[in-house]
């Protein structure tokens, strides 16, 4: 069974920081893209940051270009967010997603975490 | 960036009856547009995706159509459990990867 387990999330203060985890099971992780989608409180779905398998290709919203950095650790089974500069608009529930299919990253997101909140506020 | 736009906002239906949700792009995204379900306090489901292509494990009652700029996701007779937010997404055309602002499908 697939399983996606974030953690990381908390209060921040404008301009803080924070490394959001996802843990993957279930599944050979290294040979699937990932991705994190974020979802502000009553707001819809918006993609945040994506790698590749081998965690050579990242990709970003231009929201967050700059100031968070996707990795990827394949022998922990392990998806990380490094937030830096956070804002009030970055609070929000962030998931991490799967691709559906394993080799290049194609953007169908077919499992998901439960999220972690993070909230950034003074 | 490539803009979604879903229609109605709230659809508000009955058990049993057939639901249709619309989903427009501001470009065409071929066919590589999905749909995803989320009910509140939970993670989003991917329901279809490449227009109509049912994930792993959806009912056949869900379905997809459309390509170019035009989707529908047709629910042919909603269950107690359909009842939840809808988005579509697109893959067209990314980074960003995007999702349309919901359907709310609600139980009248």
């Known amino acids: 069974e697939v399983q996606l387990l974030e953690s990381g999330g908390g209060l921040v203060q404008p301009g803080g920081s924070l490394r959001l985890s996802c843990a993957a099971s279930g599944f050979t992780f290294s040979n699937f893209a990932m991705s994190w989608v974020r979802q502000a409180p009553g707001k819809g779905l918006e993609w945040v940051s994506g790698?590749?398998?081998?965690?050579?290709?990242?990709f970003y919203a231009e929201s967050v270009k700059g100031r968070f950095t996707i990795s990827r650790d394949n022998s922990k089974n392990t998806l990380y967010l490094e937030m830096n500069s956070l804002r009030a608009e970055d609070t929000a529930v962030y998931f991490c997603?799967?691709?559906?299919?394993?080799?290049?990253?194609?953007?169908?997101?077919?499992?998901w975490g439960q999220g972690t909140v993070v909230a950034v506020s003074s | 960036e490539i803009v979604l736009t879903q229609s109605p906002a709230t659809l508000s239906l009955s058990p049993g009856e057939r639901a249709t949700l619309s989903c427009r792009a501001s470009?065409?995204?071929?066919?590589?547009l999905a749909w995803y379900q989320q009910k509140p306090g939970q993670a989003p489901r991917l329901l279809i995706y490449d227009a109509s292509n049912r994930a792993t494990g959806i009912p056949a009652r869900f379905s997809g159509s459309g390509s170019g700029t035009d989707f529908t996701l047709t629910i042919s007779s909603l269950e107690p459990e359909d009842f939840a937010v809808y988005y579509c997404?697109?893959?067209?055309?990314?980074?960003?990867?995007?999702f349309g602002p919901g359907t709310k499908v609600e139980i009248k």
């Open positions: 997404q697109q893959r067209s055309n990314w980074p960003p990867f995007t």
């Open positions: 470009q065409s995204v071929s066919r590589y």
């Open positions: 997603a799967k691709d559906r299919d394993s080799g290049y990253y194609q953007g169908v997101f077919d499992y």
């Open positions: 790698l590749s398998s081998s965690g050579g290709g990242t």
